[in-house]
């Protein structure tokens, strides 16, 4: 999902489908500090998007070119911004892009 600073309105409007089918989604998320966002979006919603997507049961996954890492909560990361969202728990912190399929 990429949808240049209306993430949080996209995944607002699939709240059913998120409940419902559980996708697992692929999301650029915009922190205050990214490059080109000022004037965009308020500063916070990449909180309101945590907070959603927790409520809905999800785990986050930060996408990094070595592997994923689960974190417990959106950060700003100066090299990486995209994320997986998925109803699946890995058990390691770090995983592998081969061992992707045990968060699908």
Same mark, same amino acid.
């Not at 922190?31 to 966002?37: A, H, I, K, Q, R």
């Not at 100066?78 to 699908?104: C, G, M, Q, T, W």
């Given at each position: 999902?990429?949808?240049?600073?209306?993430? $949080? =309105?996209?995944?607002?409007? +699939?709240? #059913?489908?998120?409940?419902?089918?559980?996708?697992?989604?692929?999301?650029?998320? *915009?922190?205050?500090?990214?490059?080109?966002?000022?004037?965009?979006?308020?500063?916070?919603?990449? $909180? =309101?998007?945590?907070?959603? +997507?927790? #409520?809905?049961?999800?785990?986050?996954?930060?996408?990094?070119?070595?592997?994923? *890492?689960?974190?417990?909560?959106?950060?700003?990361?100066?090299?990486?911004?995209?994320?997986?969202?998925?109803?699946?728990?890995?058990?390691?912190?770090?995983?592998?892009?081969?061992?992707?399929?045990?968060?699908?």
């Amino acid at each position: 999902m990429d949808c240049e600073f209306h993430e $949080l =309105e996209v995944l607002v409007g +699939m709240k #059913d489908i998120l409940e419902k089918d559980r996708p697992l989604i692929v999301i650029e998320i *915009f922190f205050p500090e990214s490059d080109g966002v000022e004037g965009h979006f308020e500063n916070n919603q990449y $909180l =309101e998007i945590e907070k959603m +997507m927790l #409520d809905q049961g999800y785990y986050f996954y930060l996408i990094t070119k070595e592997a994923l *890492f689960r974190v417990d909560k959106l950060e700003y990361n100066e090299l990486d911004r995209n994320y997986i969202f998925s109803s699946k728990k890995s058990i390691n912190r770090y995983i592998p892009h081969a061992e992707v399929k045990s968060i699908i």
